[in-house]
């Protein structure tokens, strides 16, 4: 770590620190090198980097926890409230595991995982309290019980504490987890990530309790995130970590606002944000300045197509959808979806979890056959399902997925899975499709020396970027992208999101960009169409949406949105 | 500066892991596996290049003659036959078979288990519950019935034992098979209108491997013990060709005085059921973490 960094002056003692942690795989390749950090009674840390760069590694050291492959070869960390004040790496195994819950505890990332769904989440929590010996009898505990849930937020009546994890939301999930975390009354919790699956207006009520949780019982938090606006709302100190090492700690204000670090400069330029005051890439953010339609690309169909405005309803439409309707029983999924969009043109699909954005873009890629309505490409009605529409049809329609890591076989060489789309249509030789692969690798700039490479090599930016190419390589006129960026680091998130528009712009095709995270909306999109149980509930330019929504939804929306 | 340009921003490049071929041979208990396995396999290989004798004819006058005499190694049997002989010569015939018979009943068997999981629906339960009736039949009981009626011809047995191994292996495709089709890059061969046969072939089956060549190696010892247990019961192979079941039937009646005719042939068949056993165990734990999905 860099010696330069000055630590911020302490006024109360820590209540842990870490001194120079260094942990190897067990073959000897160093993961951390030397990582410091203290945290204060009632004050969070951030431990920010990508995925790789240590922070969960060092955030379970915390713990005294390593993962199977990995051990600690050098370092202390020093917990309040543990006897002597030791370096509890040196205690035994079983000392450790006593510590874990009662003055240490941890929150997973995935709720829904880390809850035992055969059990109601009362004995979850209760079950916590008797590991532990918390109080003197049952009825201490169950009253402990019911006392964390009123602290997390919760219901903390008996029929409440009698439900299973599955009959709660996400939010209240995420909140049982804390309330299981905090139920001994630990000094110190260590929160990994646990906000990422979550939609904005959960996020926010997450963030609320942990922040509350902090300020009223003095517990210590250690918030482990890749994510800079969430950091900005809930923390108060901030260390950055770039493979294994501190990149720079500070205050939040400081770190955020006035970056030393060349790394925390870049991860601050690639968050996306809302008012579009920053560039994510290269590409200009899309303000009041631009029209609906990008004039910047100067592509010929750009042009073209804002001759005819977008919003009158004529044939220049690319896409039009009327009607769309689809139901599973009585559960309605889409009610009634009608938009269109204009050549050249990029809309934001913007949604929640369970909106039914992805089933609407899969039933305009083809995908999902059980629609009823219209979806007409170029005037066309296309028919639902991919095999029953013309090759050229399937062509024009090109969808990239929601995760990198499932949409690549990865038994198949990267050109075998770009080239599939050129096979099925069926008229170049090997040479000439390996070409064309190599020239789609070039757009996504992956180059020559991926073509046979396996996705297992590949990072999860670089595979998106090949199955953008496998969309690309056809030449499509309309880019469907289901949340290619959901999986992604932040940094990586902006390249994608980059690559995008400029992709757009070179080649003139529409694009469909659908997402829950509204603050990409600047950085992609000329229109917005907001999404909720299935309906269209606001629509309009980007700028209007962002500045005048019409709907309570979209209000909500974007007045929970964490910004730095 | 675009983050594009920026070297660090741009991802790492990931590891991948050894292939399972690499993974199955670290393992200890593979290699002792594969050596026990590849001795009788050479055994039964090799063996018919170098018969002293030939295999169905009389080298001694004295039946069941003691071993280490000139007229053969290992003695001779009821019938005055060389036992060395008649061993070195009806390994091949066993593992021809098992392997056929293994071969055809993965090919059966893994068809309809990818079919029924890629289908879904009425063609999923049509073919796993008839599945579910032919596991009902004892597998020995089956090769009775189908034996004795179509007579003990080779074809018949191969067919036989495939038959009752089908069910099991389809089962186990199918499972492995579910896991792997709602997977994205299935979806994604869909949209690009892949004809279905294809989707299997290219995109299901390499990603299933793994189970399947667990199965493969289970199924192949069920086979050699399914064989030699027909030809012990005289349902097999017919006299007089050499084969290593029938041999422990023609030669348990002599087994006090003349236990090579026995010990032979079961040895060798037990050493083979242990070494492909054991080739199985380290492929199903090599195989174990090397599914789909798993690669983050």
């Given at each position: 770590?860099?010696?330069?960094?000055?630590?911020?002056?302490?006024?109360?003692?820590?209540?842990?620190?870490?001194?120079?942690?260094?942990?190897?795989?067990?073959?000897?390749?160093?993961?951390?090198?030397?990582?410091?950090?203290?945290?204060?009674?009632?004050?969070?840390?951030?431990?920010?980097?990508?995925?790789?760069?240590?922070?969960?590694?060092?955030?379970?050291?915390?713990?005294?926890?390593?993962?199977?492959?990995?051990?600690?070869?050098?370092?202390?960390?020093?917990?309040?409230?543990?006897?002597?004040?030791?370096?509890?790496?040196?205690?035994?195994?079983?000392?450790?595991?006593?510590?874990?819950?009662?003055?240490?505890?941890?929150?997973?990332?995935?709720?829904?995982?880390?809850?035992?769904?055969?059990?109601?989440?009362?004995?979850?929590?209760?079950?916590?309290?008797?590991?532990?010996?918390?109080?003197?009898?049952?009825?201490?505990?169950?009253?402990?019980?019911?006392?964390?849930?009123?602290?997390?937020?919760?219901?903390?009546?008996?029929?409440?504490?009698?439900?299973?994890?599955?009959?709660?939301?996400?939010?209240?999930?995420?909140?049982?987890?804390?309330?299981?975390?905090?139920?001994?009354?630990?000094?110190?919790?260590?929160?990994?990530?646990?906000?990422?699956?979550?939609?904005?207006?959960?996020?926010?009520?997450?963030?609320?309790?942990?922040?509350?949780?902090?300020?009223?019982?003095?517990?210590?938090?250690?918030?482990?995130?890749?994510?800079?606006?969430?950091?900005?709302?809930?923390?108060?100190?901030?260390?950055?970590?770039?493979?294994?090492?501190?990149?720079?700690?500070?205050?939040?204000?400081?770190?955020?606002?006035?970056?030393?670090?060349?790394?925390?400069?870049?991860?601050?330029?690639?968050?996306?944000?809302?008012?579009?005051?920053?560039?994510?890439?290269?590409?200009?953010?899309?303000?009041?300045?631009?029209?609906?339609?990008?004039?910047?690309?100067?592509?010929?169909?750009?042009?073209?197509?804002?001759?005819?405005?977008?919003?009158?309803?004529?044939?220049?439409?690319?896409l039009?959808?009327?009607?769309?309707?689809?139901?599973?029983?009585?559960?309605?999924?889409?009610?009634?979806?009608?938009?269109?969009?204009?050549?050249?043109?990029?809309?934001?699909l913007?949604?929640?979890?369970?909106?039914?954005k992805t089933t609407l873009s899969r039933c305009i890629a083809g995908l999902n056959d059980?629609?009823?309505?219209?979806v007409?490409l170029?005037?066309?009605?296309l028919?639902?399902g991919t095999?029953?529409r013309?090759?050229?049809q399937r062509q024009q329609v090109q969808y990239v997925f929601q995760s990198p890591?499932s949409s690549l076989?990865?038994?198949?060489?990267?050109?075998?899975?770009?080239?599939v789309p050129?096979?099925m249509?069926?008229?170049?030789?090997?040479?000439?499709?390996?070409?064309?692969?190599?020239?789609?690798?070039?757009?996504?700039?992956?180059?020559?020396?991926?073509?046979?490479?396996?996705?297992?090599?590949?990072?999860?930016?670089?595979?998106q970027?090949?199955a953008i190419a496998r969309a690309l390589v056809n030449?499509p006129a309309l880019l469907v992208c289901d949340e290619v960026?959901?999986?992604?680091?932040?940094?990586?998130?902006?390249?994608?999101?980059?690559?995008l528009?400029?992709?757009?712009?070179?080649?003139?095709m529409s694009m469909l960009f659908v997402?829950?995270?509204?603050?990409?909306?600047?950085?992609?999109?000329?229109?917005?169409?907001?999404?909720?149980?299935?309906?269209?509930?606001?629509?309009?330019?980007?700028?209007?949406?962002?500045?005048?929504?019409?709907?309570?939804?979209?209000?909500?929306?974007?007045?929970?949105?964490?910004?730095? | 500066?675009?983050?594009?340009?920026?070297?660090?921003?741009?991802?790492?490049?990931?590891?991948?892991?050894?292939?399972?071929?690499?993974?199955?041979?670290?393992?200890?208990?593979?290699?002792?596996?594969?050596?026990?396995?590849?001795?009788?396999?050479?055994?039964?290989?090799?063996?018919?290049?170098?018969?002293?004798?030939?295999?169905?004819?009389?080298?001694?006058?004295?039946?069941?003659?003691?071993?280490?005499?000139?007229?053969?190694?290992?003695?001779?049997?009821?019938?005055?036959?060389?036992?060395?002989?008649?061993?070195?010569?009806?390994?091949?015939?066993?593992?021809?078979?098992?392997?056929?018979?293994?071969?055809?009943?993965?090919?059966?068997?893994?068809?309809?288990?990818?079919?029924?999981?890629?289908?879904?629906?009425?063609?999923?339960?049509?073919?796993?519950?008839?599945?579910?009736?032919?596991?009902?039949?004892?597998?020995?009981?089956?090769?009775?019935?189908?034996?004795?009626?179509?007579?003990?011809?080779?074809?018949?047995?191969?067919?036989?034992?495939?038959?009752?191994?089908?069910?099991?292996?389809?089962?186990?495709?199918?499972?492995?098979?579910?896991?792997?089709?709602?997977?994205d890059f299935i979806r994604a061969s869909e949209m690009y209108a892949v004809?279905?046969?294809?989707?299997?072939?290219?995109?299901?089956?390499?990603?299933?491997?793994?189970?399947?060549?667990?199965?493969?190696?289970?199924?192949?010892?069920?086979?050699?013990?399914?064989?030699?247990?027909?030809?012990?019961?005289?349902?097999?192979?017919?006299?007089?060709?050499?084969?290593?079941?029938?041999?422990?039937?023609?030669?348990?009646?002599?087994?006090?005085?003349?236990?090579?005719?026995?010990?032979?042939?079961?040895?060798?068949?037990?050493?083979?059921?242990?070494?492909?056993?054991?080739?199985?165990?380290?492929?199903?734990?090599?195989?174990?973490?090397?599914?789909?999905?798993?690669?983050?």
């Amino acid at each position: 770590m860099s010696t330069s960094v000055v630590e911020p002056p302490t006024t109360t003692k820590p209540v842990l620190s870490a001194r120079d942690l260094r942990i190897a795989t067990t073959s000897g390749y160093e993961i951390l090198h030397g990582v410091s950090f203290t945290l204060q009674p009632g004050k969070i840390l951030a431990l920010v980097g990508e995925s790789g760069s240590g922070k969960t590694t060092a955030g379970l050291a915390c713990l005294g926890h390593f993962r199977r492959g990995l051990k600690h070869t050098g370092g202390e960390i020093h917990l309040a409230g543990t006897g002597d004040y030791g370096n509890i790496l040196d205690l035994p195994e079983a000392e450790r595991r006593k510590l874990r819950g009662g003055s240490i505890s941890y929150v997973p990332q995935d709720p829904a995982l880390s809850l035992n769904p055969a059990m109601t989440i009362g004995r979850q929590i209760q079950e916590v309290l008797q590991v532990h010996h918390y109080g003197d009898s049952e009825e201490d505990r169950r009253a402990r019980a019911k006392e964390v849930l009123a602290e997390v937020g919760l219901e903390n009546s008996e029929t409440y504490q009698r439900r299973y994890p599955h009959q709660l939301s996400g939010g209240q999930q995420q909140r049982v987890g804390i309330a299981m975390a905090f139920a001994c009354r630990p000094a110190v919790l260590v929160l990994d990530e646990p906000t990422t699956g979550l939609d904005v207006t959960t996020q926010a009520l997450v963030l609320q309790t942990i922040a509350e949780l902090a300020e009223r019982h003095g517990v210590a938090g250690l918030y482990i995130t890749h994510d800079l606006a969430v950091v900005a709302k809930v923390a108060d100190e901030v260390v950055v970590m770039l493979s294994g090492e501190v990149v720079e700690k500070g205050s939040t204000a400081q770190v955020l606002y006035q970056p030393r670090h060349e790394y925390t400069q870049k991860l601050l330029s690639a968050v996306p944000d809302l008012a579009g005051r920053r560039q994510v890439g290269r590409v200009a953010v899309i303000t009041e300045e631009h029209p609906a339609i990008n004039l910047a690309s100067g592509h010929v169909t750009a042009v073209q197509a804002l001759q005819i405005p977008p919003s009158s309803e004529d044939r220049s439409n690319l896409l039009e959808v009327a009607g769309l309707k689809l139901s599973y029983g009585s559960n309605k999924v889409l009610g009634g979806i009608d938009f269109s969009l204009a050549r050249g043109e990029s809309m934001m699909l913007l949604g929640e979890s369970g909106s039914g954005k992805t089933t609407l873009s899969r039933c305009i890629a083809g995908l999902n056959d059980d629609y009823t309505g219209i979806v007409r490409l170029n005037g066309h009605a296309l028919s639902p399902g991919t095999r029953a529409r013309t090759a050229e049809q399937r062509q024009q329609v090109q969808y990239v997925f929601q995760s990198p890591f499932s949409s690549l076989n990865p038994r198949r060489t990267v050109c075998e899975s770009v080239e599939v789309p050129l096979q099925m249509s069926g008229t170049l030789s090997r040479k000439q499709r390996r070409v064309r692969v190599l020239e789609a690798l070039d757009q996504v700039r992956l180059g020559e020396s991926y073509l046979d490479r396996r996705p297992g090599d590949l990072s999860g930016g670089q595979r998106q970027r090949v199955a953008i190419a496998r969309a690309l390589v056809n030449a499509p006129a309309l880019l469907v992208c289901d949340e290619v960026t959901s999986a992604l680091d932040v940094s990586v998130q902006a390249s994608i999101i980059d690559l995008l528009r400029t992709l757009q712009a070179e080649t003139g095709m529409s694009m469909l960009f659908v997402t829950h995270n509204i603050c990409l909306a600047r950085h992609i999109s000329q229109r917005i169409a907001v999404l909720q149980h299935g309906r269209i509930v606001d629509f309009g330019s980007t700028d209007e949406v962002l500045k005048h929504p019409q709907h309570e939804y979209t209000r909500e929306l974007l007045a929970n949105v964490p910004t730095i | 500066m675009s983050v594009i340009d920026s070297p660090q921003l741009v991802e790492r490049e990931v590891e991948a892991p050894p292939g399972l071929l690499r993974r199955l041979i670290r393992q200890r208990q593979a290699k002792i596996g594969v050596a026990l396995t590849a001795a009788v396999v050479l055994i039964a290989l090799f063996g018919p290049l170098v018969l002293p004798w030939g295999a169905t004819g009389y080298t001694s006058t004295e039946f069941a003659g003691r071993p280490f005499k000139p007229e053969g190694l290992f003695g001779t049997d009821n019938l005055g036959r060389d036992v060395l002989t008649r061993f070195l010569d009806g390994g091949l015939r066993l593992l021809m078979f098992a392997a056929l018979a293994t071969l055809l009943g993965m090919i059966i068997g893994g068809l309809s288990g990818m079919a029924a999981a890629y289908r879904g629906g009425i063609v999923d339960s049509a073919i796993m519950r008839s599945n579910d009736v032919l596991l009902a039949l004892p597998q020995l009981v089956f090769a009775l019935l189908a034996i004795t009626v179509l007579g003990p011809q080779s074809w018949v047995l191969v067919t036989v034992i495939a038959i009752t191994h089908a069910p099991r292996i389809a089962r186990v495709t199918r499972s492995a098979t579910v896991a792997v089709v709602t997977e994205d890059f299935i979806r994604a061969s869909e949209m690009y209108a892949v004809p279905k046969w294809k989707i299997l072939v290219q995109d299901v089956l390499p990603n299933i491997t793994g189970p399947l060549m667990v199965e493969l190696g289970l199924r192949m010892t069920y086979s050699i013990g399914a064989l030699a247990s027909l030809s012990f019961l005289g349902l097999g192979m017919q006299p007089p060709t050499a084969d290593w079941g029938l041999m422990i039937n023609e030669n348990r009646i002599a087994l006090a005085i003349q236990p090579w005719g026995v010990i032979l042939p079961v040895l060798a068949i037990a050493v083979l059921t242990v070494g492909t056993n054991l080739i199985t165990d380290s492929l199903a734990r090599a195989s174990a973490n090397l599914n789909v999905g798993e690669s983050k």
